[in-house]
């Protein structure tokens, strides 16, 4: 399928900073960049970076006064099977090194703290089945409601309010799949068909050898996201990091599927 992307950020800088940026889609084996447009304010200084391991693709500029930020592509994501129901968890000596991070606790997945939770509700299941069961154990026991969470809000904070936005329903199931030994990392997108549409947080989770993508809050179909970074939570994915201060005018993001057109003999 192909989409076509346009997010437009405008922010207000108290005083000059840099800022991290990280909204354009990431360049993998299942996801091509057709083509795109980054746009800023000449004053800003813009640099671009690239990962080669990851294909996720950063931008730094200089900020200050008011600042707007535009971004448009169009990118074709190939098919790919997200079923992983009956597909078996690995054991630990088996994983990758990359893979072994998303087993262990990170700020906002406290997972170690989640076992006991994890035996009683899941212990009776496996694999595929188990991390299925988790998404679904989320998305019941969870309201999708803005402001009950905060930036400082983990995955403890929204099992005791039952409520939060994608990334708190994110980082709940990536705990919990940790705590079930299941590796598990967090994932923001592009998502097609979110309603509003908006920069998204979703799951993955390693089973039979490969990643696996999850969407717990149910809101958008997972092979219509857009990869734009992956890591052990939202402190490695967020969209912006500011080195200072600055106050958000405006934002918006919008994911259109686009249609192919039939070669002409």
């Not at 906002?108 to 994890?118: K, T």
């Not at 980082?171 to 068909?193: E, G, N, Q």
Request: with cysteine; proline share 5%.
């Amino acid at each position: 399928m192909r989409f076509s992307i346009e997010t437009r950020l405008l922010y207000r800088f108290q005083e000059p900073c840099e800022v991290l940026l990280l909204v354009e889609p990431a360049s993998t084996d299942t996801q091509t960049v057709i083509h795109e447009r980054l746009t800023a304010p000449a004053g800003c200084r813009l640099a671009r970076f690239e990962d080669p391991l990851s294909g996720e693709r950063r931008a730094v500029f200089d900020a200050a006064g008011d600042v707007e930020i535009g971004y448009a592509a169009e990118v074709e994501l190939a098919a790919v099977d997200h079923d992983f129901s009956g597909r078996p968890a690995g054991r630990v000596r088996d994983l990758p090194a990359s893979v072994l991070e998303h087993l262990r606790p990170s700020r906002y997945c406290p997972s170690d703290r989640l076992e006991r939770l994890v035996r009683r509700e899941f212990g009776h299941l496996e694999g595929g089945e188990k991390a299925g069961a988790i998404m679904d154990f989320v998305g019941r026991n969870l309201t999708y409601e803005a402001g009950v969470s905060t930036c400082a809000s983990g995955a403890l904070d929204t099992l005791a309010d039952g409520a939060g936005v994608c990334r708190d329903y994110a980082h709940l199931a990536i705990a919990l799949c940790r705590a079930a030994d299941i590796p598990a990392r967090a994932v923001s997108a592009y998502a097609w068909r979110l309603d509003p549409p908006d920069m998204h947080a979703v799951v993955e989770v390693y089973l039979d050898g490969r990643w696996w993508l999850a969407d717990p809050t149910r809101l958008a179909p997972v092979e219509g996201l857009v990869r734009v970074a992956t890591g052990r939570d939202a402190a490695d994915i967020a969209f912006m990091h500011i080195f200072g201060k600055a106050e958000l005018l405006e934002q918006s993001f919008r994911v259109d599927r686009r249609e192919r057109l039939a070669a002409v003999a």
